[in-house]
């Protein structure tokens, strides 16, 4: 028996767990996996919301067949292409080849490009709708959030969003999967780091989505990953405004790159002054063990950053430059930044951080330190002196 999930008496969620799946998009760590959510809606006519990524097909399959023995699905909704949502198209075309797949114009040379899709494309447009029969799909572009042809998917009668990757979350979805079954402060830092490393280079267009969407009546939020929302709508609706607008808390995150220990101690130092100052949310991480997923998501809860380096190479510690490089990709904005560095034998590091604190174009907390060897007792007030600046500058700014 497969246990059935429901939004409404016709509405199920049938996506999966992914718990095996080291990386994201190859690259952004799931220590709590990830769930893909498809959408089933059993009408007069039979539409599916999105697919799952393509290794759960055969559990994916059981789930609809479960629901709809050997009846049809008229219509599946392709919400978005990145293939942890459409990687399932060609296998679900095999099972139901009558399928029609709606989709945009930006849509369909997607379905051609990455799977030869061009039979029973049903192309629309913003503001259209299709009918099921008591149910109503109206469809809303939401471009680049996260692709250029990501759009959502308005159920009118019982007025759900199936919103995409906006209101996202990594995490699967262990036993709860509405968000009054949940614990809601791990979902939230989860859905923070989903947004930060997934959709938080383009806040323009998500504060653009959130308006669009504004004027929906929305009563349940269904995303394609995590928790289906509907008792803090309006809560992650702020929280997504404040994450689009690079709104940071009083707090900040310092990372560092050291190879003996010199800069991690300078690090320490500030950190310690800053506490000194009354500001308590302050993380303090090695650039070289932890992850950007863990320091981006850092960088959109707080305020402050500051970034410290050992000089390497006459220049920057490679896991810091490596790190800045990505972050001038997705260039976070409205941030206040501090640099240090330690010059080691040769020096190189904080002249080269220089460049990097015009070109992010966050407003900068000075006098930057760089200490010569180790840092002695002078160097020792410089840092001081760097925290007290940060920590005024945030209670100035939050
Ligand atoms: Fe969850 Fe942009 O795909």
Redesign the pocket.
Known sequence: MIQKIKLSEKIYWIGVNDRHTHLFENFWPLPYGVS?NSYLIDDEKVALIDTVEVSFMSEYLQKIKSILGDRTIDYLVVN?M?P??SGSIQALLQAYPDLKIIGNCKTAPMLEGFYKVVKNVVTISEGDSVSLGEHMLNFYMIPMV??PE?MVTYESSKNILFS??AF?SFGTLDGGVFDNEINFSFYEDEMRRYYAN??GKYGTQVQKALEKLGTLEIKTIAP??GPIWRDHISKIIALYDQWSKYEGEEGVVIIYGTLYGHTAQMADIIARSIAEEGIKNIRTYDASKTHSSYLLNDIWKYKGVIIGSSSYNGGIFTPVSSFLKQLLGIMPKNKLLAIFGSMSWGGGAVRALEPFAQDIKWNVVTPAVEVKHAANDDDQEALISLGKAMAKALKENV
């Open positions: 893909y978005h990145e942890d949502h996260h692709w990501s995409n990757d996202g997934i959709v394609s990953h």
